[in-house]
């Protein structure tokens, strides 16, 4: 062994110090799926609803049903449809976020029956899985509802389609929404990349006070300057708005319904300048916008680090 020296170092090591000397690398990265207006019909529930949660990749962090869970006209609201929704929503491996559409709901004969039937079967559905994500919910509107998430500020609003069933209600409640997503936008604006907004209806004339005119979303969107995703239903087809409302940096998605397609896959990596790629998870079924990042660049603002690396980019549906 080797033996002690005859007397102590002049200097002794320095004791730790409080923080390391490296911070840790932050996570820029998040990958989630969407799917709408599902299921419809039996062959949906019985067979290709249940494959696609089974499905699903194995990088999801979440799911989001955007809404329309039943067909109100055939299923009459009864509860038996909302009752297998749920159950083939509970198949996720991962946690799901629910939203309300207009067949659920405001389609239905009787709108407190349906309501009573969302709430019971869908309300908070997320609680169902053990996860880290730290909901902000809206009060009495608690299905909708926000959080933070690797600099991506996400959004779950109840934006119904079809007609109002009460024009004072639909207005009231946009009204609150408009508030929480203004209030929420500017208080942590240093805190994000980009905002993902997920609603169930397209856009329509009883949306105007919620998106229009100088106080609407649209407008403070622009005044904001961050990116802006929409996801939504409602439509059933596949259509992508950029510039939406004749704002640059709103894109807005419809989804296709569930019997058309896959969930679509969202890769978000909030240190690029283009951060938000999409794919619809099947070789036939193209994405113009953001296949390979979006917003979109410019030679001049394009460098090396916007490339996006395909490792993991699933293209088969699985």
Not at 272 to 277: A, D, S
Request: hydrophobic share 30%.
């Amino acid at each position: 062994s080797t033996a002690p020296t005859s007397r102590p170092t002049h200097r002794p090591t320095q004791p730790p110090t409080d923080s390391p000397t490296t911070s840790p690398t932050l996570d820029t990265t998040t990958v989630f799926y969407v799917i709408a207006d599902a299921p419809y019909s039996d062959d949906e529930r019985e067979n290709i609803m249940p494959r696609q949660i089974d499905t699903l990749g194995k990088d999801a962090e979440f799911l989001v049903h955007v809404g329309d869970l039943e067909y109100a006209i055939e299923d009459r609201c009864e509860e038996w449809a909302y009752e297998i929704a749920s159950d083939i929503l509970n198949r996720s491996q991962v946690p799901v976020f629910v939203l309300p559409g207009d067949n659920d709901i405001n389609d239905c004969d009787d709108i407190e029956h349906g309501e009573y039937m969302w709430r019971k079967y869908f309300r908070k559905f997320d609680q169902r899985w053990d996860h880290d994500f730290e909901l902000t919910r809206w009060g009495n509107l608690d299905e909708s509802f926000s959080f933070l998430h690797n600099g991506v500020l996400f959004f779950g609003i109840n934006i119904v389609g079809g007609t109002p069933y009460s024009k004072s209600e639909a207005q009231t409640r946009h009204a609150v929404h408009l508030s929480k997503l203004k209030n929420i936008m500017k208080d942590r604006y240093h805190e994000y990349e980009l905002v993902i907004l997920f609603g169930h209806a397209e856009p329509a004339s009883w949306h105007d006070d919620l998106f229009l005119g100088s106080n609407g979303l649209a407008t403070f969107v622009e005044d904001m300057g961050k990116p802006f995703l929409h996801l939504h239903g409602d439509w059933h087809e596949w259509y992508e708005v950029e510039s939406s409302f004749d704002v640059d940096n709103y894109l807005r998605i419809s989804l296709d319904a569930g019997e058309f397609a896959p969930p679509i896959r969202v890769m978000i990596d909030s240190s690029k300048k283009n951060p938000v790629r999409i794919s619809r998870r099947a070789s036939d079924l193209d994405v113009e916008c953001c296949s390979h990042g979006w917003p979109r660049l410019s030679d001049d603002d394009y460098d090396d680090d916007d490339d996006w690396d395909d490792d993991g980019w699933d293209d088969d549906g699985r």
